[in-house]
């Protein structure tokens, strides 16, 4: 028999959120999933890497930012039109599992969870070397701070959707607002023509400094495989799409809107910063826009902006941590990672995919221990990997999804992919040349290449020992009575049959 729906308390009963099919709540609002989206668009890469990045290949940043910016929309897209068919928390592997089989679906998983694995040791590390800029904290071991961050985070996904979205707004609020102060700053400093750092601002110091290309176009092209990962998370508004109490109408918002805040706070930001300061001001290891204020004399800006960067390192981890427990579970209904896997908490939380994730960021914590200087790059270069694997099964599901649909088989959407299927073949395309460039980043991202054949040898090793007979009885397929009344009283507009 089924099981039934915890009918344990739980506050989120009272917004009249109704269970989806895999036994989830819908619990994301319209502004948490408004930021959501937003906070999956802007994260480390921006505000720490773009120093880096700067000092590599100039003001042809802003360019390569808007090109991975356009192909990482129409996976969005994609993501969106895949979400309008069937609306699910278990994202990407239930659309692979639907449309291109149960093989598929496991590499697609295993994909992501390898990248949102090796993702949240990066962040946790993060948290704890931001913590180590303030001299009142050198006394304190940095897997302190690492075990610390993790523990907040894996209490907040523990309790609740709601906790989640809650957290994840705020931490959004933070990176937005830090933006939109740079971008108010720097653009009355630039049309005042007040001086900077001793220079005066415009569009002199590109021309002065080398031009668009100072390093040839390139070092910008080999950077491409660098940028993308910048972007990554963005897909996540589609797995949240799932616990979302109004998806048909909130979703499509939400991803629209992706396209003017990547232009907006990456192309539009990074043109700032080289108009403001001549880009070989910028600096590997530095924030840009710590960078730019301290050039203006502000006193207290560096405490400020690494507030802002921790934040940013905590949001991720966050969003990680909410995103591989429910793709590990969707793993495990399909048969294709372990029966336990599929357990449930009271709060309708996959509880046994969250704390094992956990139990892979705790080797992170001891990892800080001994390899506290070589950590962070280790893995950040392992999930570079994993997430573009993940985006191209996004697309290759859209396509079967498209072809479906042309063959009458399949209802249309409300929202397709503008341009397909010619716009999806272009961005898988581009993923590929995206993956033979980053064979040419050496040393970092040649190794990251060479470790493809292992990859695919763990790959084909996990699916002879986990793969089993999918236990849809793991899945609440009946609402009790008491809900159903309750729910289609309290909101009937958003209550959704269960497929």
């Given at each position: 028999?089924?099981?039934?729906?915890?009918?344990?308390?739980?506050?989120?009963?009272?917004?009249?959120?109704?269970?989806?099919?895999?036994?989830?709540?819908?619990?994301?609002?319209?502004?948490?999933?408004?930021?959501?989206?937003?906070?999956?668009?802007?994260?480390?890469?921006?505000?720490?890497?773009?120093?880096?990045?700067?000092?590599?290949?100039?003001?042809?940043?802003?360019?390569?930012?808007?090109?991975?910016?356009?192909?990482?929309?129409l996976m969005l897209r994609a993501m969106g039109e895949l979400v309008m068919h069937r609306p699910t928390s278990g994202s990407f592997v239930s659309y692979a599992q639907e449309f291109l089989g149960p093989k598929a679906s496991y590499i697609a998983g295993s994909m992501a969870f390898m990248n949102w694995a090796m993702a949240g040791i990066?962040?946790?590390?993060?948290?704890?070397?931001?913590?180590?800029?303030?001299?009142?904290?050198?006394?304190?071991?940095?897997?302190?701070?690492?075990?610390?961050?993790?523990?907040?985070?894996?209490?907040?996904?523990?309790?609740?959707?709601?906790?989640?979205?809650?957290?994840?707004?705020?931490?959004?609020?933070?990176?937005?607002?830090?933006?939109?102060?740079?971008?108010?700053?720097?653009?009355?400093?630039?049309?005042?023509?007040?001086?900077?750092?001793?220079?005066?601002?415009?569009?002199?110091?590109?021309?002065?400094?080398?031009?668009?290309?100072?390093?040839?176009v390139l070092p910008a092209l080999v950077l491409v495989q660098g940028v993308v990962f910048a972007y990554a998370a963005i897909e996540l508004v589609g797995t949240a799409a799932g616990e979302c109490e109004d998806v048909e109408t909130v979703l499509p918002k939400a991803i629209n809107t992706v396209m003017w805040r990547i232009a907006l706070?990456?192309?539009?930001?990074?043109?700032?910063?080289?108009?403001?300061?001549?880009?070989?001001?910028?600096?590997?290891?530095?924030?840009?826009?710590?960078?730019?204020?301290?050039?203006?004399?502000?006193?207290?800006?560096?405490?400020?902006?690494?507030?802002?960067?921790?934040?940013?390192?905590?949001?991720?981890?966050?969003?990680?941590?909410?995103?591989?427990?429910?793709?590990?579970?969707?793993?495990?209904?399909?048969?294709?990672?372990?029966?336990?896997?599929?357990?449930?908490?009271?709060?309708?939380?996959?509880?046994?995919?969250?704390?094992?994730?956990?139990?892979?960021?705790?080797?992170?914590?001891?990892?800080?221990?001994?390899?506290?200087?070589?950590?962070?790059?280790?893995?950040?270069?392992?999930?570079?990997?994993?997430?573009?694997?993940?985006?191209?099964?996004?697309?290759?599901?859209?396509?079967?999804?498209?072809?479906?649909?042309?063959?009458?088989r399949i209802p249309a959407t409300s929202f397709p992919m503008p341009g397909a299927p010619v716009t999806a073949w272009l961005t898988l395309a581009f993923y590929a040349v995206v993956l033979v460039m980053m064979a040419f980043d050496y040393p970092n991202g040649t190794w990251s290449f060479c470790a493809l054949p292992v990859i695919a040898?763990?790959?084909?090793?996990?699916?002879?020992?986990?793969?089993?007979?999918?236990?849809?009885?793991?899945?609440?397929?009946?609402?009790?009575?008491?809900?159903?009344?309750?729910?289609?009283?309290?909101?009937?507009?958003?209550?959704?049959?269960?497929?």
């Amino acid at each position: 028999m089924p099981q039934s729906a915890p009918s344990s308390p739980d506050p989120q009963h009272k917004t009249g959120s109704t269970l989806t099919s895999e036994g989830y709540h819908r619990g994301l609002g319209k502004r948490q999933m408004q930021m959501i989206s937003i906070g999956g668009a802007i994260g480390t890469g921006l505000f720490l890497g773009a120093g880096a990045r700067l000092q590599q290949i100039g003001p042809s940043l802003a360019l390569v930012y808007l090109l991975c910016g356009v192909f990482a929309f129409l996976m969005l897209r994609a993501m969106g039109e895949l979400v309008m068919h069937r609306p699910t928390s278990g994202s990407f592997v239930s659309y692979a599992q639907e449309f291109l089989g149960p093989k598929a679906s496991y590499i697609a998983g295993s994909m992501a969870f390898m990248n949102w694995a090796m993702a949240g040791i990066a962040d946790i590390t993060a948290v704890a070397l931001y913590m180590h800029f303030w001299g009142t904290f050198d006394a304190i071991p940095q897997w302190v701070f690492a075990l610390v961050a993790l523990l907040l985070i894996t209490g907040m996904n523990m309790i609740g959707v709601r906790w989640f979205g809650e957290m994840e707004f705020w931490f959004s609020i933070i990176k937005v607002g830090a933006l939109v102060a740079f971008l108010i700053v720097g653009s009355a400093v630039l049309g005042l023509r007040m001086p900077v750092g001793g220079q005066m601002p415009g569009f002199h110091l590109i021309s002065e400094n080398g031009g668009i290309f100072p390093h040839g176009v390139l070092p910008a092209l080999v950077l491409v495989q660098g940028v993308v990962f910048a972007y990554a998370a963005i897909e996540l508004v589609g797995t949240a799409a799932g616990e979302c109490e109004d998806v048909e109408t909130v979703l499509p918002k939400a991803i629209n809107t992706v396209m003017w805040r990547i232009a907006l706070f990456y192309v539009g930001t990074i043109t700032l910063l080289v108009l403001l300061l001549p880009w070989n001001s910028y600096k590997a290891g530095v924030s840009p826009f710590v960078t730019f204020f301290a050039n203006l004399g502000i006193p207290g800006i560096d405490s400020i902006m690494n507030i802002v960067v921790l934040t940013a390192a905590l949001s991720s981890l966050n969003s990680g941590l909410y995103s591989t427990g429910r793709i590990l579970r969707a793993l495990a209904l399909d048969g294709s990672a372990p029966r336990y896997l599929t357990r449930m908490n009271r709060n309708a939380i996959p509880s046994a995919a969250i704390l094992t994730t956990v139990s892979i960021y705790l080797v992170g914590v001891v990892l800080n221990y001994f390899l506290p200087a070589q950590i962070f790059e280790i893995v950040l270069n392992i999930s570079s990997i994993g997430i573009l694997g993940t985006w191209t099964f996004i697309v290759l599901c859209q396509i079967k999804l498209r072809q479906g649909i042309k063959a009458g088989r399949i209802p249309a959407t409300s929202f397709p992919m503008p341009g397909a299927p010619v716009t999806a073949w272009l961005t898988l395309a581009f993923y590929a040349v995206v993956l033979v460039m980053m064979a040419f980043d050496y040393p970092n991202g040649t190794w990251s290449f060479c470790a493809l054949p292992v990859i695919a040898c763990l790959l084909v090793i996990g699916w002879k020992v986990f793969r089993h007979t999918p236990d849809h009885d793991a899945v609440p397929q009946t609402v009790p009575s008491i809900q159903l009344t309750e729910d289609l009283l309290e909101a009937p507009q958003t209550f959704r049959k269960p497929r």
